[in-house]
């Protein structure tokens, strides 16, 4: 199973590097080959933000498989995010 995701950050301040190192480091150890990961900066791209219709940043959004998840944050809950992406069930 292939998994799309994209993280919005906004520029490269410390809890937006952090959360790219985090999803970074999260998809080579749990998804490695079954993923596609966009790291889209907002102030670069504010268009692709407001179709996402993004209330904060950092954004972790699972855009494949369906249903569509969406996770806030800095990403250093690894269960939380593992869980937020269905990779485990909800205790």
Do not use: W
């Not at 906004?10 to 790219?20: F, L, N």
């Not at 494949?64 to 990779?87: K, T």
């Amino acid at each position: 199973m292939e998994y799309v995701l994209k993280l919005y950050v906004t520029g490269m301040t410390a809890r937006s590097t952090r959360a790219v190192e985090n999803v970074r480091a999260f998809c080579r150890k749990h998804l490695e080959g079954r993923y596609d990961l966009q790291v889209i900066d907002v102030y670069q791209q504010p268009d692709l933000a407001r179709i996402e219709q993004l209330i904060a940043a950092p954004t972790l959004i699972r855009k494949l498989p369906l249903p569509l998840r969406r996770l806030i944050g800095d990403m250093s809950n690894e269960e939380r995010i593992l869980v937020g992406l269905d990779l485990v069930p909800r205790k």
